[in-house]
C-alpha cells in the first residue's frame, strides 16, 4: 500500500510538471520534456498496475497448488492412520505404506453386550445368583484396507507426487516420541516446503507467505501434517482448504 501511495504522489506530481512546462518552458524544448514526462507517468502507472495485480496473480496460483498438495496430506494421513490402526505404528516411508495399501486389510468388528453370571459375586453371596454385564466383541470378517480407503482409484500409488509442480514431492518420516523406559508413542509428518510449491512465484511475496501466522492461512514455511515432535496428526491447512483434522 505505500509503494501504490508513493507511485501515485509521484504522478500527480509528474503530471503537475507537465502543466508547468507547458505554461512555462519554451516552445523548442516542450516535445522532449513532454515525452520524458509522459513515459514516466507510463512506467509509474505500469509499475503501481503490477503492484496490486502481482499479490492477485500470487494467490490465485498459490490457493490452486495448495489445494492439490493438501489434498496429497489428505490421503497420506488417512494411509498412515489406517496403518497405525492395522500395525500399530506409523510407516517410515512411501514404499512400505503403499506396500501395506495393497495388502492390508481392516478386522470388522461389532460389540454387545451380554449378561452373564457372575461366579465370584453368587459364591460370595452364598448361591444366590448375580449377573454382570460383559462387552464381547464378534469379529464379522475383513476388508481390504485399498478398497476401505480408495475404492476404485489408485491414486495412493502417487501420493508422494505434485505433477503440476514441478521437481514437487513430499517428505515423510515416523519415529516414536517418548522418554527411554517409557512407553513411545508412534509419530509421524509429511511436508512440502512453500518454496518449492512456489518457486517460480514473486520472491517477495514468497517470502511474505514463509512467515504467514494466521487463522485463515497455512502457517510456516510449509504445507505439513503429523509432528514428529509432539502428537499431532492434523494438518496445518484452514478449513477452507478441506478438514485438516
Do not use: C
Not at 512546462?21 to 523548442?28: A, G
Not at 496490486?52 to 488417512?78: G, L, S
Not at 459364591?123 to 476404485?152: C, H, P, Q, W, Y
Not at 512467515?211 to 492434523?234: F, H, P, Q, W, Y
Amino acid at each position: 500500500m505505500k509503494l501504490i501511495l508513493i507511485a501515485i504522489a509521484v504522478i500527480l506530481v509528474t503530471i503537475g510538471l507537465v502543466w508547468l512546462i507547458d505554461k512555462f518552458i519554451p516552445t523548442k524544448l516542450r516535445p522532449v520534456l513532454m515525452i520524458a514526462l509522459w513515459a514516466l507517468i507510463a512506467f509509474l502507472g505500469y509499475q503501481t498496475f503490477n503492484s496490486i495485480y502481482e499479490p492477485i496473480k500470487f494467490n490465485k496460483v498459490k490457493e490452486k497448488r495448495y489445494a492439490e498438495v493438501i489434498a496429497k496430506m489428505v490421503d497420506v494421513r488417512d494411509s498412515q492412520l489406517a496403518h497405525r490402526q492395522v500395525n500399530g505404528d506409523f510407516a517410515p516411508d512411501f514404499e512400505s505404506l503403499i506396500k501395506f495399501i495393497d495388502t492390508a486389510e481392516f478386522t470388522i468388528t461389532q460389540r454387545r453386550v451380554e449378561t452373564v453370571l457372575d461366579k465370584e459375586r453368587t459364591r460370595l453371596f452364598g448361591g444366590v445368583e448375580t449377573m454382570k454385564d460383559i462387552t464381547v466383541i464378534d469379529t464379522l470378517g475383513t476388508v481390504a484396507v485399498k478398497d476401505s480407503l480408495f475404492k476404485n482409484s489408485d491414486r495412493y500409488r502417487s501420493m508422494m507426487n505434485i505433477p503440476s509442480i514441478e521437481g514437487a514431492k513430499i517428505e515423510m518420516k515416523s519415529g516414536l516420541l517418548g522418554e527411554e523406559g517409557e512407553n513411545k508413542i508412534p509419530v509421524f509428518e509429511a511436508k512440502l516446503s512453500k518454496n518449492i510449491i512456489l518457486a517460480d512465484q514473486n520472491k517477495d511475496l514468497l517470502a511474505q507467505e514463509n512467515e504467514t501466522v494466521s487463522v485463515d492461512g497455512v502457517n510456516g514455511d510449509a504445507i505439513r501434517v503429523g509432528s514428529l515432535e509432539e502428537i499431532n496428526t492434523s494438518g496445518n491447512w484452514p478449513k477452507t482448504y478441506g478438514d485438516s483434522e
